[in-house]
Each structure stands twice: as C-alpha cells, then as structure tokens.
C-alpha cells in the first residue's frame, strides 16, 4: 500500500466516525429534547473525539419543585377531572404538577399531588351507629315482672280488652306467648317487645295491630265475670293470672 492510500484510507475512517458520533448525539438529543453538542475531530487523526458535553436532564414535574397542599391516592372509579374537581384545582394544573400527558390515563393506587391553590375538602365524620336495642330477658329462675292488669268486660266484642303491664325494669319478648280465657279461647302475642312500665292492649275484637293494641279478631266478647284470665310465655309457663271482676294478679 503506497503512502497516498493510507492517508486516504485514514481520512475515510475519521469521516465515518464524525458522522457515526454525530448520528448517536442526535438521537440521543431527539429523545432527551436537548440540543447535542458539537462533535469535533482531529482530521487524519482516525478517531473522532468524544463529544464535549450532553444535554441535562430535565427536572420531572411533579416533584419536589411543586409546592402540594395535598397527596391523593387514585381509588377505583376516580378520574383526573373528578379529582380535580374534587380539590377545586385546575384539571392542566393537576396535570402539569404530576407530569401527566394524557387526562385519561391514571392508575388505581397512584399518589397524586394536590398542587398549591388546591382546596383540601373537609372530611365528612364517620356517622355513628345507633346501639341496637335488643330484647333483653329476665334472667332465667326470676319471677318474670309482665301481669294481667285488668280485664275490661263488654257486650260486644270490640268493646273488650285485657291490659297487660310490664311492671319490671328491663323489656320483654312477647312472641309466641298466650293469653286464655279458661274455655278454650286463646291468644297467641305476635313479635312484640314490651318495654319496661311498657302497656299492651289485647283486645277481642278485630282491629290492626300496633305497638300498644293487639286484635284477636273474634266475633264475640269472651270474657265472663268470674273467668281466669292466664298468660304464658312462650314455653307454656304460667307467667300471671287475674279472676275477671277482680284486681289481685297471681304469677
């Protein structure tokens, strides 16, 4: 190989090099968005130099830099512009300090920055639940304190009535428990708690039942002077008895 080709040979390596060095710097620079530096080589060196220097990085929106009132937390459901609206901030503000390009593109469990002029809305307290009042019984041996208070006597029947008292300090369970007559009639309590002083009418005629009065719904008065009148509880246990035309009460 002569002299002249070898410098023409080396010269041809240096132009591949510039050009290969400067085809990386730009699309290096085409996907950071910086402006490549210059590229510059020795001629009949062979060897490109390195490039002087690269464009910085730019700082993320989103981060530190942006001054936040608030973090939120993407649940399922939310979108950027219900939680813009949300936080009274505008949807390209809330864009812009999170970095994001597309409105319609967040993720469940992303961490959201509420931007500076946000309004961080007052949380609603937690509504406390009302204490369920349960029926509560008289614990078992214990004389159970619902009596027989009268028996009101008529000719007709929707006339006629039995009062039935709680007379004791805690509520009871009148479900399933009976009252009778002593000649076959009998009535049987619907779900009702009585409360304790609680009064319950159980009248013979017909009628619609509330929490006070209690229908039988018979044709005709049962209830005789000289009757017992006996309630039961729901196990069949005599709980009172009263004699119609007078006011002692048995239990």
Not at 50 to 77: C, D, F, I, N, Q
Not at 214 to 223: E, K, N, T
Request: hydrophobic share 40%; glycine share 10%.
């Amino acid at each position: 190989m002569t002299k002249q080709q070898a410098v023409a040979l080396l010269t041809i390596n240096a132009i591949v090099s510039i050009i290969i060095s400067l085809t990386v710097v730009m699309i290096f620079d085409r996907y950071r968005g910086g402006v490549p530096a210059a590229a510059t080589a020795t001629p009949g060196s062979g060897t490109a130099l390195a490039v002087a220097s690269l464009p910085s990085a730019t700082a993320t929106p989103g981060t530190s830099e942006v001054r936040a009132v608030a973090t939120y937390v993407v649940k399922a459901g939310d979108s950027l512009s219900s939680i813009a609206f949300r936080y009274q901030v505008p949807l390209d503000a809330l864009m812009k300090a999170n970095g994001i390009d597309n409105a319609n593109y967040i993720t469940v469990g992303e961490s959201l920055l509420i931007p500076e002029g946000g309004v961080v809305p007052e949380s609603s307290p937690t509504p406390k639940q009302a204490p369920t009042l349960a029926p509560v019984l008289t614990p078992e041996g214990a004389a159970v304190p619902v009596v027989i208070e009268s028996v009101t006597t008529a000719e007709k029947a929707d006339g006629e009535y039995v009062t039935i008292s709680n007379k004791g300090s805690k509520g009871v369970g009148l479900e399933g428990w009976t009252l009778e007559d002593g000649h076959g009639h009998a009535f049987t309590f619907p779900n009702l708690f009585l409360w304790r002083s609680g009064t319950v009418l159980v009248h013979t005629g017909q009628g619609t039942d509330s929490a006070t009065d209690l229908y039988w719904g018979l044709a005709d008065p049962v209830w005789q002077q000289g009757a017992k009148a006996t309630l039961r509880d729901a196990d069949g246990k005599v709980v009172s008895e009263l004699v119609v035309g007078s006011s002692a009460n048995g239990g």
